[in-house]
């Protein structure tokens, strides 16, 4: 009988260790847990929106799949496609879209179609009317892509519209989520430099973009491995790259390769004296004269005249732009009242 009672004692004692133990361990997940939603409480909520992978893209599906992906390839291989080679015959340079437009439209503050569908038709000042996104992908091609616009009944053009639809799924009519906008920089207080930023980009840029500024071409691909930055195969100058801004703002926030936003490289005057350099070199010239016909809208940085001020094409090129900006507040001001 004592045998038993042993016995009996011995499993109390086993099952109340145990139970004592699950008790601790739960206690310390719970202050793992109250810990952790601490650290959660004191970050900030990184909210942006990101595209879909391709790899989502239901293409084995049925033929509006199959459309889908034809637009992201077409997105992400331009070049093989409409290039000075391609097989469809040459629309294009030899830039591929996503060589502005990052990770095949997906990267948030990579210049991203995150608000295309929402935001469009849209009044575009510069071209003096309301575009749809058919136009806007056609704008795109005479401008980054120096190229001749697809005809509005094709396959291509259609599956460019397809793919950005499809990425932009279940945004609402006039929504603009987070990271679908250019990070804007502040202004420097002086003109930007393009001899420093001949240094950012030896520094920086020439390793994948190479010394002369032509990028890397894969002659086996046929398609640059990393695109010309000037010369006669990348964007021309009534691009929306060619406005300093804009290329300082996309340097900033997406180079050198592997930068993201959360982890910048360049200083915010680097990014503009490197985007002065770039775009201090020859390039297409594109036939402007019927852009921004009121000449009151154009951006600060849009370097070609006529202006609504004084300001010499020099300062609209490289600034300082701050002046620029505070006499157009002003010009304004007195128009409204």
């Given amino acids: 009988m004592k045998e038993y009672w042993g016995a009996f004692i011995f499993s109390i004692f086993i099952a109340f260790t145990f139970i004592n133990g699950c008790r601790v361990i739960q206690n310390e997940n719970r202050l793992k847990e109250r810990r952790f939603n601490d650290f959660i409480k004191t970050e900030v909520m990184d909210t942006v929106w990101r595209g879909a992978p391709a790899s989502q893209i239901p293409y084995y599906n049925d033929s509006s799949g199959k459309l889908i992906y034809y637009g992201y390839q077409l997105i992400s291989n331009?070049?093989?496609?409409?290039?000075?080679?391609?097989?469809?015959?040459?629309?294009?340079?030899?830039?591929?879209?996503?060589?502005?437009?990052?990770?095949?439209?997906?990267?948030?503050?990579?210049?991203?179609?995150?608000?295309?569908?929402?935001?469009?038709?849209?009044?575009?000042?510069?071209?003096?009317?309301?575009?749809?996104?058919?136009?806007?992908?056609?704008?795109?091609?005479?401008?980054?892509?120096?190229?001749k616009p697809l005809n509005y009944q094709s396959r291509e053009i259609k599956a460019i519209y397809a793919y950005i639809k499809w990425l932009d799924k279940g945004i609402p009519k006039g929504v603009i989520r987070g990271g679908t906008k250019m990070k804007k920089l502040p202004y420097l207080n002086r003109a930007a430099n393009p001899e420093s930023g001949k240094q950012v980009f030896i520094q920086n840029c020439q390793s994948c973009h190479g010394a002369d500024g032509q990028g890397q071409y894969n002659s086996a691909l046929q398609k640059f491995d990393y695109p010309p930055l000037w010369g006669p195969n990348s964007y021309n100058d009534g691009a929306g790259m060619f406005r300093l801004g804009t290329f300082a703002s996309f340097v900033k926030y997406n180079m050198p390769y592997g930068t993201d936003y959360h982890n910048t490289v360049l200083k915010d005057a680097d990014a503009w004296d490197v985007a002065a350099y770039v775009n201090s070199q020859p390039r297409p010239h594109m036939d402007q004269h019927l852009d921004w016909k009121n000449i009151a809208k154009k951006p600060v940085d849009f370097p070609f005249p006529p202006f609504s001020d004084t300001f010499s094409v020099q300062q609209h090129k490289y600034g300082p732009f701050q002046p620029i900006l505070e006499m157009t507040k002003k010009q304004r001001f007195s128009h409204n009242n």
């Avoid at 080679?85 to 591929?96: I, Q, Y």
């Avoid at 179609?113 to 704008?139: H, W």
Wanted: charged share 20%.
């Fill in 78 to 147: 331009t070049a093989y496609y409409l290039g000075p080679k391609g097989r469809l015959g040459k629309t294009s340079n030899a830039l591929n879209c996503q060589n502005c437009h990052l990770d095949g439209g997906t990267r948030p503050f990579g210049n991203n179609f995150g608000k295309v569908m929402s935001t469009y038709p849209q009044y575009k000042a510069r071209n003096n009317e309301t575009q749809d996104v058919y136009l806007r992908i056609n704008d795109c091609m005479l401008r980054s892509m120096n190229g």
